[in-house]
């Protein structure tokens, strides 16, 4: 079935460094894949999506790449702040007529000062 | 504009009781998805809804149903708790259904089954 693998599932990076989450997923019609960032005791919040006809989107300090090919997608963040720790999810859903993600597992980031 | 809404936060309940959780779309989005989170299995969706309709449903038992109601808002019940049901339940909402539309979650309604 559907299914979106997401890796590292912990990372720990300095702060100013730069981040990256991967993930891989299974279905081949999928064509949305959205980020979202989980705080503690708060729902999850979009931070970046791409579609599949774009390879690669930036938004400031956050970038996203895509390979289709590859079923691939990874998340980048550059600068890294101590805002930026919290618990970060891929996920992806396909062209049909109902709304359905599917999410990776999560990444939980840690910014150490 | 007032980001998705839930209610109630927080809520305990004992086994084999029932539950209802409240969601109120952004307004002018009309479909309401419920997804449960837990430790164990990470974010699963139950079930969506668009125009009162369910165009959607998770890999999930009979207990879990719901609602929408003719102003989008939505209700998510689960009859005859169980321990395994303790999660954290969100709702999230977009302004029309299909696979592409970018959802926006509410803070979700944490559920303790003792």
């Known amino acids: 079935g559907e299914n979106v693998e997401q890796h590292p599932s912990t990372l720990s990076v300095q702060e100013g460094d730069s981040a990256v989450i991967k993930c891989t997923y299974s279905d081949s019609a999928s064509n949305y894949f959205p980020w979202y960032k989980q705080e503690l005791g708060k729902g999850p919040q979009l931070i970046i999506d791409?579609?599949?006809?774009?390879g690669e989107k930036k938004d400031q300090r956050i970038a996203v790449t895509l390979n289709k090919t590859a079923k691939h997608f990874s998340l980048h963040i550059t600068e890294t702040q101590p805002e930026d720790s919290a618990v970060y999810f891929c996920?992806?859903?396909?062209?049909?007529?109902?709304?359905?993600?599917?999410f990776g597992s999560g990444t939980r980031l840690s910014i150490r000062p | 504009k007032a980001g998705v809404t839930q209610t109630p936060r927080y809520l305990i309940k004992t086994r084999g009781q029932q539950v209802t959780l409240s969601c109120s779309p952004i307004s002018g989005h009309r479909s309401v998805s419920w997804y449960q989170q837990t430790p164990g299995q990470g974010l699963q969706f139950l079930f969506e809804y668009f125009s009162e309709t369910q165009r959607n449903k998770g890999n999930f038992p009979g207990r879990f149903s719901g609602r929408q109601f003719s102003n989008s808002r939505s209700e998510m019940n689960v009859s005859t708790l169980e321990l395994g049901d303790s999660a954290l339940y969100l709702c999230?909402?977009?302004?029309?259904?299909?696979?592409?539309?970018?959802?926006?979650f509410g803070p979700g309604t944490r559920l303790l089954v003792l």
């Open positions: 999230a909402s977009s302004p029309r259904t299909g696979g592409e539309e970018t959802q926006y």
């Open positions: 996920a992806s859903s396909g062209y049909s007529s109902a709304s359905k993600i599917i």
């Open positions: 791409i579609r599949s006809n774009v």
